[in-house]
C-alpha cells in the first residue's frame, strides 16, 4: 500500500476577471490568462498572499500559455484573434515584455514546445491543423493538415515524440 500525500488548499484570492490558463513560472510567481479583460497576469506571493505584479494586454480571447525551460519566455495562443504571442519574461521582476506576434490559419488553443525548446507546436481548437513555429525566426516553419476532427491536447513523449 502506497501513501499518497495531498496538498492542501492554503488560501485564494480574488482575481477581476475570468481565467482560462495559469502556469507556474516559480515557487513564488505564476502567470494566468485573464480571457475577460484579454490580459496576461504575473502574480506573485508576497506579504503572505498572492498578489498581481502586473497586468500586459493580449490578443483578444487568449486561451493557453506555455513557457519555455528556462523560464525566459512565454507564449500565449489566442483563439478568436488567431494569434501567438511571444513575451520576454524578467527575471529580476517577473514583468513581461511584448517580442512577438503570429498571425495563424486557424484559431489556436493548445500548444507545446518540441526539440529541447527550439519549436513550438500549436493544434487548431476545431479542426486537425497545426502549425509549428521555429523560435529563433519566430517564424512558422511548417503548417500541416491531418485527417480527422480537433485535437483534444498535446503532450511529449519520453523519447521526445509528439502525441496528439
Not at 135 to 159: D, V, Y
Amino acid at each position: 500500500m502506497a501513501a499518497i500525500s495531498i496538498p492542501a488548499l492554503v488560501g485564494e484570492f480574488a482575481v477581476d476577471g475570468r481565467l482560462a490558463d495559469v502556469v507556474s513560472i516559480a515557487e513564488d510567481r505564476l502567470l494566468a490568462l485573464d480571457d475577460e479583460h484579454s490580459k496576461l497576469l504575473s502574480i506573485e506571493f508576497r506579504e503572505g498572499t498572492w498578489k498581481i505584479a502586473s497586468s500586459t494586454p493580449v490578443p483578444k480571447y487568449p486561451v493557453r500559455v506555455v513557457v519555455d525551460s528556462s523560464r525566459t519566455n512565454c507564449y500565449v495562443t489566442s483563439l478568436w484573434s488567431r494569434t501567438l504571442t511571444r513575451f520576454a519574461i524578467s527575471q529580476r521582476d517577473g514583468l513581461l515584455k511584448r517580442t512577438g506576434e503570429l498571425d495563424l490559419q486557424f484559431e489556436p488553443r493548445e500548444h507545446c514546445l518540441i526539440q529541447s525548446g527550439s519549436h513550438l507546436v500549436i493544434a487548431s481548437a476545431f479542426d486537425a491543423a497545426l502549425s509549428v513555429v521555429d523560435l529563433s525566426s519566430f517564424t512558422i516553419a511548417r503548417n500541416e493538415r491531418l485527417s480527422g476532427h480537433n485535437i483534444g491536447g498535446l503532450a511529449i513523449k519520453s523519447n521526445g515524440g509528439l502525441v496528439l
